[in-house]
């Protein structure tokens, strides 16, 4: 068959305008995810977690974690009153088969589930001696694992405990916040996993993302604000004995 | 200029520095990698590599595109913000080929109580039972449906996520 210049001028625009709707039907290609208009974080409403430990699970499933290390976890905190500033936590396997029963001792007790913060001014990125490690445009601490050397700097300098040196790659690992979800137009693993509503994945830079009402109108707190880090992970409800 | 009349071995030193330099930057383009520096100090292609991670999870608009009844059957009930792979598990798999990978169904006697397991560390107002004691060893779907589990006239969901 040959095609004249004629043809031609008619079948390449058509051609194009076919492979753009084949694009905005497979969203696994993203080619509509501008970083630029997204600035990640993430909403944990402790009032909410009942410690089943699906998120600690999800993201196990989701992300390859090796067993006995942790993108995320969860701890149960026990504080008596006249010792709020040593509270007793256990995170068995981090919370993953769930918790043992806690009995009604008149104590206070509640779940804390925990994660990458994605640090605005990450103490994590700043130590990379290799620039493998980065804060990207849209607000994720990720980790370059074809670049990292596998110093540990960052696993030292987060304060918050959320990298480790992946065992098999010997690079460091963490939470991705789902980026391969989330550029996609999907939640987290976590955020789809939790049952109750107590981790809520939030887009600060959408103006139309309920985040914005939540945080006018609850007492919300992120974890180590002295140490000004730019958590962006807000925890409603956040017992001062939680470090 | 008698200060530069014996500067020859100074100046093949300059050179051979110059030289070295030059190796360097060209060690060094060959080296780094194109987008190093494309958005910051790091590597930017790293970011699409990091996006192009498979997914598991297919999310529950993908189930809600077939199991349409199973989303009626929820919406009213207590479970209505529960989303499918909360108790199904990952079936990001099943959702692309949903005729050969069959999703298991969930052992509820474990998967209940997972979540519904009195203690003192749960929100005092989410539903808790001692299963010993509640059900008598009967298992939870005699009398509770799992995807609307109250047992009244379809109950006004509370808590749960948006």
Request: glycine residues 8%.
């Amino acid at each position: 068959m040959k095609i004249t210049r004629r043809q031609m001028l008619i079948l390449l625009p058509a051609a194009a305008v076919a492979w753009e709707s084949v694009l905005a039907g497979t969203p696994e290609a993203s080619p509509n995810y501008k970083m630029a208009d997204h600035w990640w974080s993430m909403l944990i409403d402790i009032p909410k977690c009942i410690g089943c430990g699906n998120c600690v699970r999800a993201c196990q499933a989701e992300n390859d974690v090796p067993d006995g290390y942790f993108r995320t976890w969860v701890e149960r905190y026990n504080v008596s009153d006249e010792d709020m500033t040593n509270p007793h936590v256990i995170s068995p396997d981090g919370g993953k088969e769930g918790f043992p029963v806690a009995q009604e001792d008149g104590e206070k007790y509640f779940f804390v589930p925990k994660m990458c913060n994605h640090c605005a001014d990450s103490p994590c990125t700043q130590v990379c001696p290799v620039g493998a490690t980065f804060e990207s445009p849209d607000g994720v601490a990720l980790v370059d694992q074809t670049y990292c050397l596998g110093c540990a700097y960052c696993v030292q300098a987060c304060p918050y405990g959320c990298r480790y040196i992946h065992p098999v790659k010997k690079v460091a690992d963490k939470c991705t916040l789902c980026y391969h979800r989330i550029t996609k137009g999907l939640t987290t693993a976590c955020c789809e996993a939790c049952p109750t509503g107590a981790r809520q994945l939030a887009d600060l830079k959408n103006p139309k993302d309920p985040i914005h009402e939540f945080l006018k109108t609850h007492s919300v707190q992120v974890l180590k604000p002295y140490m000004a880090t730019g958590a962006k992970v807000f925890y409603n409800g956040l017992d001062g004995s939680v470090r | 200029m008698s200060v530069f009349k014996d500067a020859g071995h100074l100046l093949r030193f300059a050179g051979l520095f110059v030289l070295a330099f030059l190796v360097f930057l060209v060690v060094r383009g060959y080296v780094v990698p194109k987008s190093f520096g494309q958005y910051g100090h790091y590597r930017g292609n790293a970011i699409g590599e990091i996006a192009a991670h498979p997914i598991q999870y297919a999310g529950h608009q993908a189930c809600e595109t077939c199991h349409a009844d199973v989303l009626d059957v929820k919406k009213n009930g207590k479970h209505a913000h529960v989303n499918c792979e909360a108790c199904h598990g990952a079936l990001a798999k099943h959702a692309d080929d949903p005729s050969t990978v069959k999703p298991v169904l969930p052992d509820t006697a474990a998967l209940c109580a997972r979540c519904h397991t009195a203690s003192a560390a749960k929100p005092k107002g989410f539903p808790q039972v001692v299963p010993a004691e509640h059900s008598n060893g009967m298992p939870c779907e005699t009398c509770h449906q799992p995807h609307s589990p109250g047992m009244d006239a379809p109950a006004t969901a509370v808590g749960g996520a948006k």
